[in-house]
């Protein structure tokens, strides 16, 4: 039994347990605990990460760096969609897209494809070992680094802090 | 708490703008890939800021709003990823202006047996 | 006979012993079922019930802070299903355990093929990996928090039937442990009896409250709410996770 | 919330419409899974959260996909 990754996914459970009841009561917590523990016993192996790289303060301040960044994207994304859909002339050059990640884990790859959906003009359509497919509204560019830093390069560094 | 109940109100009306944005975006779409990027992105911020609209409209709330715009945001690109992969592996070929479609050659293992 | 034929006979011997008990006439302390025509029905109803004073109850009820009011939970949906129609909703579970037990007797056959011939996505997997254990906790806490807020056995069950159907739709060689979901069923099934008979023997009806109520609004509370509404969410959730998982995999 | 219960209802015929018209079975299916979704946003507006709980886990959810397999093994007899 590997202790740390048991805590992590006892914490996180727990976490959302305090979500769920929104309340402090000590009935609630202490209920909480024993349920998480029991929960994480089963299933902390499936849950947790394998051999995250870096401890677990990066990993949270790197999670905090990510938020602002994804909403903001998310939000551009949201522009970006009005601009097009608003335009008569809709202005889309469609095309299907593979770039490479560096990215190791499957967690980082999952985060970096929702990510990725949610930023402007793209879509995943698949995740092979470490190729994104990618749906591109506007195909800005044929070069493959310039892609990749287009789509991704935000998120990259990111993600692979925090998982 | 006025400030929180209006910066609510707010947030309601811009994610209902968004989704507005998106159900146009569907109907403007040539094609299911690029009906699904409005969509998706649409629906996922426009759910979102709502939701936490009502969170901050009754404070309460606000962290179940919290967890649901956390199920929300993990859910909502996996869905539509889904759709469109799906599509893709049944035979739906995008409209594709400039003809690039790097996707193509890896279609042919592991089709899943869906309907039919 | 193997010794779990021996135990099944012992165990129905004792519940046939309880039952006749139950109904003879000859205990004298009032716990006894008449037979029909005799029974003065403003005793049988309920006793909290009949001995309400309803003309000077002038307190309010207070939510956190009321001690034993009538019924002790906070949803009052709750306190209908779970206490005053309790029998009701044992009726209800029983259908449901018909319901799963015919599909199983159609189709239970565990060894053939998942319906899908391959995994899902590597999205949908990874997805299903985090989302698995949170919706379980969802409705782990749907379960438990019946008599506060609303939800409760059903809601939750489901709830939890639905996190073990993203598994099977994720992936294809996922399989459920058919002997411990007849265990668990069975176990939330006759702890359900077990505690109607427990009312009946102290409280004189079937499935009587016959616990502390405790604080209204505490998680604590309400008596034997909770544990029969945690026995129905065991129970429901087994049985619609047993019907998808035959309807899958047959 | 009188013209929002009215909208409901509305979009729930079109709803029942649809899954009794629709040729595919599946666009039936899913029309079903719509009504039941409008249903429990309706149950919700009568102030019964519990009844709307049940309904969208189960009318929404569970009965959707139970539908879709039976659909799937229906196919598969055919087929063979």
Same mark, same amino acid.
């Given at each position: ?7 992590? *996914? ?11 009841? *929104? ?33 677990? @303060? ?106 | ?116 | ?49 009949? #001995? ?75 997805? @299903? ?13 749907? !379960?438990?928090?019946?008599?506060? *807020? ?8 489901? @709830? ?16 459920? #442990? ?15 009896? !077990? ?56 | ?25 599946? #666009? ?53």
């Amino acid at each position: 039994m590997n202790f740390k990754r048991f805590i992590t *996914t006892l914490i996180i459970y727990f976490i959302f347990w305090l979500a769920y009841t *929104t309340s402090l009561a000590a009935n609630e917590i202490i209920m909480g605990i024993i349920l998480s523990t029991l929960l994480s016993v089963f299933t902390y192996k499936s849950f947790s990460q394998k051999n995250p790289e870096n401890n677990i @303060v990066v990993r949270i301040i790197n999670l905090i760096k990510y938020i602002p960044v994804f909403i903001i994207e998310m939000v551009k994304a949201n522009l970006d969609v009005a601009r097009r859909v608003i335009n008569p002339s809709l202005p889309i050059n469609p095309g299907i897209i593979k770039i490479s990640t560096d990215l190791k884990s499957d967690y980082a790859k999952l985060f970096l494809a929702n990510s990725i959906t949610l930023t402007p003009g793209t879509l995943t359509l698949d995740v092979k070992d470490n190729n994104l497919f990618i749906h591109w509204i506007d195909i800005e560019s044929t070069d493959k680094d310039i892609q990749k830093n287009l789509i991704s390069g935000k998120f990259e560094d990111l993600l692979g802090g925090i998982f | 708490m006025i400030l929180l109940t209006t910066l609510g109100y707010i947030m309601i009306i811009l994610g209902s703008l968004f989704l507005l944005l998106g159900a146009l975006g569907i109907v403007r779409m040539p094609d299911l890939y690029n009906r699904i990027q409005a969509g998706t992105k649409a629906t996922t911020l426009g759910a979102l800021s709502s939701i936490i609209g009502v969170g901050l409209v009754n404070p309460n709330w606000f962290f179940k709003t919290l967890i649901i715009a956390i199920f929300i945001v993990l859910t909502n690109p996996i869905g539509s990823h889904s759709i469109a992969r799906s599509s893709y592996k049944s035979g739906l070929k995008p409209e594709l202006q400039s003809e690039i479609d790097e996707y193509k050659p890896e279609n042919i293992q592991d089709e899943r047996s869906d309907l039919r | 006979m193997r010794f779990r034929d021996y135990l099944s006979l012992f165990l129905v011997i004792i519940l046939g012993f309880i039952i006749f008990q139950a109904f003879d006439g000859t205990i004298d302390n009032g716990l006894n079922i008449k037979q029909f025509g005799e029974v003065n029905l403003s005793e049988r109803t309920s006793i909290h019930y009949i #001995n309400k004073d309803v003309n000077n109850e002038s307190t309010q009820i207070i939510y956190n802070e009321s001690k034993n009011p009538e019924s002790g939970s906070a949803n009052y949906v709750t306190s209908i299903i779970a206490n005053y129609r309790a029998l009701d909703t044992l009726g209800e579970i029983t259908v449901l355990f018909i319901a799963a037990a015919g599909l199983a007797f159609v189709l239970g056959d565990h060894n053939k093929n998942n319906a899908f011939a391959s995994d899902a996505s590597f999205i949908v997997k990874i997805g @299903v990996k985090i989302l698995f254990p949170l919706l379980f906790l969802l409705g782990i806490y749907i !379960i438990i928090h019946g008599h506060l *807020t609303p939800g409760g056995g059903f809601q939750g069950g489901a @709830v939890i039937a639905t996190a073990i159907l993203l598994k099977f739709l994720a992936y294809k060689d996922y399989k459920l #442990n058919h002997t411990g979901l007849t265990i668990l069923e069975s176990f939330a099934g006759i702890s359900f009896l !077990i505690i109607g008979l427990i009312g009946l023997y102290t409280d004189g009806s079937f499935l009587t409250n016959f616990l502390a109520n405790g604080t209204i609004g505490t998680l604590f509370s309400a008596g034997v709410i909770p544990i029969i509404y945690i026995l129905i969410g065991i129970k429901v959730g087994a049985e619609l996770s047993g019907i998808i998982s035959n309807l899958i995999n047959a | 919330m009188m013209i929002l219960s009215y909208l409901l209802i509305l979009l729930m015929i079109i709803g029942a419409l649809a899954a009794v018209l629709f040729e595919n079975l599946l #666009n039936s299916i899913i029309s079903l899974g719509l009504i039941s979704l409008i249903a429990a946003a309706l149950m919700f507006i009568l102030k019964a959260p519990d009844v709307a709980m049940t309904e969208a886990i189960i009318g929404a959810g569970l009965t959707t996909s139970i539908f879709i397999f039976t659909l799937i093994k229906i196919n598969r007899g055919d087929s063979q």
